[in-house]
């Protein structure tokens, strides 16, 4: 189904559908996301429960954490505005025998669909990508049943971030592809915290991931001045919670 919206540049969809093809090369443009992943599903397995949870993937790209998330035991439903993205998704996903419900649909429109649906929601590296994050996280919170929690990890606006997600990462190590990413799209914690908080769900963790290109590795830290994950809830209703 497609249903794109107005939430989208045109020009990022064209940028990440042409990796399409090697999004599941571990050692090609995508590298660094196949070294966040386990980071990544380990942080979200740690804090819901997965086995046989409704989960939702916003921005899924090629499926990489959608696959894990199925792996883990959850009932998965992915999202992506690229069809070359989708597409690869679904094929990998075919000849790995892993069932995910792929779908070329915006947030926006699943959740005037289907709101309340979901146990748990991630979000990676997608917010900083779209002109109007807070529509996402709005979109998410609907999507939520009550109890509900939401997972989002994107790039702090920092010079930190800067010299190594751009300078470093993309102009001189080459490990992303140049104009993979806008500074000026990057989020600090504290707004993506305030938007959190705009969507009616409340904040419970953060933690910042840190990626060593030199062992093809990641790991959490208590630092989140370049890249962090945020950890959301969605209340009970008060009918729920007596």
């Given amino acids: 189904m497609t249903n794109h919206g107005s939430n989208v540049r045109q020009s990022e969809l064209d940028?990440?559908?042409a990796l399409a093809s090697r999004?599941?090369?571990?050692n090609g443009p995508q590298r660094a996301l196949h070294a966040l992943n386990p980071v990544r599903l380990a942080y979200?397995?740690?804090r819901a429960t997965l086995a046989g949870a409704r989960v939702l993937d916003v921005g899924c790209g090629g499926g990489l954490l959608s696959e894990a998330l199925a792996q883990a035991g959850a009932n998965v439903t992915a999202l992506d505005l690229a069809p070359e993205l989708i597409q690869v998704a679904k094929l990998h996903g075919l000849e790995a025998g892993i069932k995910v419900d792929y779908r070329e649909q915006s947030v926006e429109a699943?959740?005037?669909e289907q709101p309340g649906t979901f146990d748990v929601i991630t979000c990676m590296e997608m917010?900083?990508?779209?002109?109007?994050?807070?529509s996402i996280l709005d979109a998410c919170a609907t999507l939520l049943r009550p109890g509900g929690q939401l997972f989002a990890s994107t790039l702090n606006r920092t010079p930190a971030a800067f010299g190594l997600a751009i300078v470093g990462?993309?102009?001189i190590a080459g490990l992303l592809p140049k104009g993979t990413h806008q500074?000026?799209?990057f989020i600090r914690p504290s707004e993506l915290a305030?938007?959190?908080?705009s969507a009616g769900l409340d904040v419970r963790d953060i933690r910042g991931i840190f990626y060593e290109p030199w062992r093809h590795a990641a790991r959490l830290t208590s630092r989140t001045d370049v890249n962090y994950l945020m950890q959301a809830g969605k209340p009970l209703a008060s009918t729920e919670a007596r």
């Fill in 44 to 46: 979200v397995a740690e």
């Fill in 23 to 26: 999004w599941w090369d571990a």
């Fill in 183 to 185: 500074y000026r799209d």
């Fill in 15 to 17: 940028k990440f559908g």
């Fill in 194 to 197: 305030r938007g959190m908080r």
């Fill in 110 to 112: 699943l959740a005037a």
């Fill in 127 to 134: 917010l900083e990508h779209v002109p109007d994050p807070q």
């Fill in 169 to 171: 990462a993309e102009y």
